[in-house]
Nanobody
Framework: QVLLVESGGGLVQAGGSLRLSCAAS????????MGWFRQAPGKEREFVAT????????LYGDSVKGRFTISRDNAKNTGYLQMNSLKPEDTAVYYC?????????????????WGQGTQVTVSS
C-alpha cells in the first residue's frame, strides 16, 4: 500500500482555479496508477480523472473534461489535479487514490489506496 495525502483544497469563486496535490509515501509511487475522485454531500463518489504510472495516458470524467488536468511528478512522489473554470457543482471532497494495475479504470473499487480527502468549495 502507498500512503496518500491530499492538499490544496479551499474556497474559490466560480470561474476560478485550484491545484490539488497528492503526496505519496511508502511503496514506490511510480509503479502506481493514480486517480482523483470526488464526493458531494448526499451523492455517490464520482470519478474525476486517472493517469498511468508513466504519465502518458489519462482518462477524465465527462463533467470535468476540458477543464481539469491530471498530472504527476514521479521524482517528487506527487500527483496533481489542476482545476480551471470551476463551477459550483464542482463543490465536493476530493480524494486521491492509487492502484498497482497497469490499466486505467474509472471504478473506485479498483483503487486500493486512498487519501483522507480535501474540501473544494466553489461559490457562485
Amino acid at each position: 500500500q502507498v500512503l496518500l495525502v491530499e492538499s490544496g483544497g479551499g474556497l474559490v469563486q466560480a470561474g476560478g482555479s485550484l491545484r490539488l496535490s497528492c503526496a505519496a509515501s511508502g511503496r514506490t509511487f511510480s509503479t502506481y496508477t493514480m486517480g482523483w475522485f470526488r464526493q458531494a454531500p448526499g451523492k455517490e463518489r464520482e470519478f474525476v480523472a486517472t493517469i498511468s504510472w508513466s504519465g502518458i495516458s489519462t482518462l477524465y470524467g465527462d463533467s470535468v473534461k476540458g477543464r481539469f488536468t491530471i498530472s504527476r511528478d514521479n521524482a517528487k512522489n506527487t500527483g496533481y489535479l489542476q482545476m480551471n473554470s470551476l463551477k459550483p457543482e464542482d463543490t465536493a471532497v476530493y480524494y486521491c487514490a492509487a492502484h498497482r494495475r497497469t490499466i486505467l479504470t474509472t471504478l473506485a473499487a479498483d483503487f486500493g489506496s486512498w487519501g483522507q480527502g480535501t474540501q473544494v468549495t466553489v461559490s457562485s
